[in-house]
């Protein structure tokens, strides 16, 4: 399990999951975009989402917990960044367009 760290939020998510993410989300900030990044919370369709508001002028990291590169998957980015464009922001979803599950750890200030 990989790591996102922004501000005060650490998002635990599979290394692949993780290297696709990153990927997806270098590319909005290289355009100087801002965007919501959203994840259901359980991983279902249905079930209750959280967000956050991401910005390249706020710092940003990713921890790998194994070391190497994750071969990527053309039509796992393309489905990422599909999810961008749509108004509920970029969706953390694998390879089908299905919700991923998030552990979020909220580090204390």
Same mark, same amino acid.
């Given at each position: 399990m990989g790591s996102v760290i922004y501000n005060d939020s650490v998002l635990r998510l599979d290394d692949a999951t993780l290297a696709h993410l990153q990927y997806a989300i270098i590319q909005r900030y290289r355009r100087g %975009?801002?965007?919501?990044? &959203?994840? &259901? #919370?359980?991983g279902s369709i249905d079930g209750r989402e959280r967000s956050l508001w991401l910005s390249p002028n706020a710092p940003l990291s990713f =921890?790998?917990?194994e070391p190497g590169d994750v071969p990527l %998957?053309?039509?796992?980015? =393309? @489905?990422?960044? *599909? &999810? @961008? *464009? @749509?108004t509920g922001g970029l969706? #953390?979803?694998?390879?089908?367009?299905r919700p991923i599950p998030v552990d979020l750890v909220e580090r204390a200030a």
């Open positions: %975009e801002s965007f919501l990044l &959203t994840w &259901t #919370i359980d =921890e790998f917990d %998957e053309l039509a796992w980015v =393309e @489905a990422l960044n *599909d &999810t @961008a *464009d @749509a969706r #953390i979803i694998d390879r089908y367009g």
